[in-house]
């Protein structure tokens, strides 16, 4: 099994991101994934999650309206497309799969003006 994610960088608050997490190694298509963030000192928090199919995403309180979490099962990838960023989303975001009990390498988001 292996994650790689892409996307994350610093930019300036109202700025957008879009991450990546591109899967091997099992059936990704079958796979509800999640997006978490950890800000350090603090526990990782879940903040996004979309079924295998797409449907039904969850959204943590802090990002609704915000944050858009979708998936490609043609191209093995989640995506969280990230918009109006705010300081206070700064973290080191992580993909997961419950399926395999993974984790993605973890990608550096850093919001400041």
């Known amino acids: 099994v292996q994650f790689v994610e892409s996307g994350g960088g610093l930019v300036q608050p109202g700025e957008s991101l879009r991450l990546s997490c591109t899967a091997s190694g099992f059936t990704f298509s079958s796979a509800a994934m999640s997006w978490y963030r950890q800000i350090p000192g603090k526990q990782r928090e879940l903040v996004a999650r979309i079924s295998s199919t797409g449907s039904s995403p969850y959204y943590a309180d802090s990002v609704k309206g915000r944050f858009t979490i979708f998936r490609d099962n043609g191209k093995n990838t989640a995506y969280l497309q990230m918009n109006n960023l705010k300081p206070e989303d700064t973290a080191v975001y992580y993909c997961?799969?419950?399926?395999?009990?993974?984790w993605g390498q973890g990608t550096q988001v850093t919001v400041s003006s």
């Open positions: 997961y799969t419950s399926m395999m009990d993974y």
